[in-house]
């Protein structure tokens, strides 16, 4: 597994590092996690790293597009390694869980656009809103 995030950093032209090896596997065992996480993940592998260089990791691996960058509205940035098959994501409202959503037609239909206003579309985000199981069991509770 190690050896595929060496190849996939090749691809793109971006150093093998010890840093960039410990954010991707972060990211593989914990998917849509914040930077904060990413950066207490990394350091009980490699406890020299510093902050700085794990946000510098994730600009660099997000650039690039080896990581998907999501930012629900009025929640922190997540970072997850799957990339470029245009899945959604549905969000707790109550504690900010977030799970993969299959795009919901089919093969990235979303990307056809009502109208595109001339833009050439790449990438359709859809961000379902609702309150995950744990919460609602929770609020069942009271
Ligand atoms: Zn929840
Ligand atoms: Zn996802």
Redesign the pocket.
């Given at each position: 597994m190690t050896a595929d995030f060496e190849t996939q950093l090749r691809a793109v032209s971006l150093r093998v590092t010890q840093p960039r090896l410990a954010v991707l596997a972060a990211l593989r065992d914990h998917p849509h996690v914040d930077t904060d996480t990413v950066i207490a993940l990394v350091r009980a592998d490699l406890p020299t790293v510093s902050h700085q260089a794990v946000y510098d990791v994730l600009r660099a691996l997000t650039t690039s597009r080896l990581v998907r960058r999501i930012q629900p509205a009025g929640a922190t940035a997540r970072y997850e390694l799957r990339v470029r098959d245009n899945h959604h994501h549905v969000v707790?409202r109550?504690?900010g869980?977030i799970a993969d959503v299959d795009c919901a037609v089919g093969h990235a239909p979303c990307l056809t656009a009502s109208d595109d206003h001339g833009f050439v579309i790449d990438e359709a985000e859809v961000v379902y809103w609702g309150?995950?199981p744990?919460?609602v069991t929770r609020s069942e509770g009271i």
């Open positions: 707790c109550s504690c869980a309150t995950c744990d919460c």
